[in-house]
């Protein structure tokens, strides 16, 4: 027998992702397909059985992340796929102490890389000048950022669970020793990966309604507190089910408020020109 579509399930399962991403019902009706339904159904997970991750299942995921858009096709970045166990222990030390890098049978360390450029820049006898810029580095940030992203959804797609890291970046000459890194290779994250534990309690995290980040033709500054006043009360419902302190607002002057909200990371400047950008 061939299964009937009912639209009007179909209807109620978007409203009902809609509403997870949002914290509410949502008064309109977008166009839904199932690439969008994955996207509306992320969260991050932190809890990973220990059932391994295939090397089939990574090659999926690598093939996804090189699929996303790259400028020029420069394709500058690369990705470290972390398996062994000691050393993930030790990235973890280094990433903010986080158990869950510890516990997912696979960390990936996603690389802004020029080392591939500086090497057939040398095999030409040619200069590099124009990779020691802010917008070089930039281009490579932006880059890895899509393809680890792509990453993400393709995993989660294969059932698995995903967190990106950015306390990566919270020792990068060390983390870049650990991993024997050459100079022009820096990581911009790690993400976890494993299949979620059953134990596992993550949730759809509500967004900031639509009128906050979108505007139409010109910018609009006036509907951004109303905004966030509403997001502050549904954010704050789904932290108080998760047992977290509620604000949103707080959250955020907390991280940008001082330079101890960046945890160590004001000093990524000093920790590029280490690793070999010397960016102007
Ligand atoms: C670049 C980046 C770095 C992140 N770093 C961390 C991290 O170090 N530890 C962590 O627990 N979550 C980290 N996250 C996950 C965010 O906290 C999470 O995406 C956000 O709270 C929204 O929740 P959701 O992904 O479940 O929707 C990071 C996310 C991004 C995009």
């Known amino acids: 027998m061939t299964?009937?579509?009912?639209?009007?399930?179909?209807?109620?399962?978007?409203?009902?992702?809609?509403?997870?991403?949002?914290?509410?019902?949502?008064?309109?009706?977008?166009?839904?397909?199932?690439?969008?339904?994955?996207?509306?159904?992320?969260?991050?997970?932190?809890?990973?059985?220990?059932?391994?991750?295939?090397?089939a299942a990574v090659e999926a995921v690598v093939a996804a992340a090189q699929s996303a858009p790259t400028s020029s096709n420069l394709q500058t970045w690369s990705v470290v796929v972390v398996r062994d166990p000691d050393l993930k222990d030790r990235l973890a030390a280094l990433s903010g102490d986080q158990e869950f890098i510890r516990q997912a049978p696979v960390f990936l360390v996603w690389l802004v890389d020029f080392a591939?450029?500086?090497?057939?820049?040398?095999?030409?006898?040619?200069?590099?000048?124009?990779?020691?810029?802010?917008?070089?580095?930039l281009v490579g940030f932006v880059d890895v950022s899509l393809a680890a992203q792509n990453a993400s959804l393709a995993a989660e797609s294969l059932g698995l669970g995903t967190v990106f890291v950015g306390a990566a970046r919270n020792n990068p000459e060390e983390l870049a020793a650990e991993l024997r890194l050459p100079g022009r290779v820096v990581a911009a994250f790690g993400l976890a990966v494993g299949y979620p534990a059953e134990s596992d309690t993550s949730r759809v995290k509500p967004r900031l309604p639509q009128v906050a980040v979108v505007h139409h033709d010109r910018y609009q500054e006036h509907t951004q507190l109303p905004a966030v006043d509403e997001y502050e009360r549904t954010i704050g419902a789904f932290y108080?089910?998760?047992?977290?302190?509620?604000?949103?607002?707080?959250?955020?002057?907390?991280?940008?408020?001082?330079?101890?909200?960046?945890?160590?990371?004001?000093?990524?400047?000093?920790?590029?020109?280490n690793r070999g950008f010397d960016l102007r």
């Open 3 to 55: 299964a009937v579509h009912d639209p009007t399930a179909a209807r109620d399962t978007d409203a009902a992702l809609l509403a997870g991403r949002y914290g509410s019902v949502p008064g309109t009706t977008p166009e839904v397909t199932d690439v969008i339904r994955q996207q509306l159904a992320h969260r991050s997970v932190r809890s990973f059985r220990t059932d391994p991750v295939s090397d």
């Open 116 to 137: 591939r450029i500086a090497q057939l820049a040398d095999r030409r006898g040619h200069g590099l000048e124009g990779a020691d810029y802010v917008e070089s580095a």
């Open 240 to 273: 108080e089910g998760e047992g977290l302190a509620h604000s949103w607002i707080e959250r955020v002057l907390a991280r940008f408020g001082t330079v101890a909200g960046l945890n160590g990371r004001d000093r990524i400047g000093e920790a590029l020109r």
